[in-house]
Nanobody, 125 residues
Framework: QVQLVESGGGLVQAGDSLRLSCAPS????????MAWFLQAPGKEREFVAA????????YIADSVKGRFTFSKDRAKKTVSIQMNNLKPEDTAIYYC??????????????????WGQGTQVTVSS
């Protein structure tokens, strides 16, 4: 089974920046959908962005547009998030997820069968 490895989290101060990355490891990655979710303390997982590899297209949640920028490498099947001007409310565990098939409900965590271990982002005020 493919594993998803997130990296780049940490403890920063408000206004700082972080770059998170997700990369698959293990067997050849054939999944068509890869996504980022975040889970703040005491809350449900929240959609951040999803990539449909067959079209090389990214879909971004309105809540992060303008603050987070995304980059993807189709050959390596990696997706990165550049988070600037971080705020304490960005504190969460950020998860990478994937699924073999693309779903029209790509923003729903239940559509993804494979999850990384998550990377903690903590923003202090």
């Amino acid at each position: 089974q493919v594993q998803l490895v997130e990296s780049g989290g940490g403890l920063v101060q408000a206004g700082d920046s972080l770059r998170l990355s997700c990369a698959p490891s293990g067997r050849t990655f054939t999944e068509n959908a890869m996504a980022w979710f975040l889970q703040a303390p005491g809350k449900e997982r929240e959609f951040v962005a999803a990539v449909r590899w067959e079209l090389n297209r990214i879909y971004i949640a309105d809540s992060v547009k303008g603050r987070f920028t995304f980059s993807k490498d189709r050959a390596k099947k990696t997706v990165s998030i550049q988070m600037n001007n971080l705020k304490p409310e960005d504190t969460a565990i950020y998860y990478c997820a994937s699924h073999l098939h693309w779903s029209v409900a790509y923003y729903d965590a239940d559509e993804y069968q494979n999850w990384g271990q998550g990377t903690q982002v903590t923003v202090s005020s």
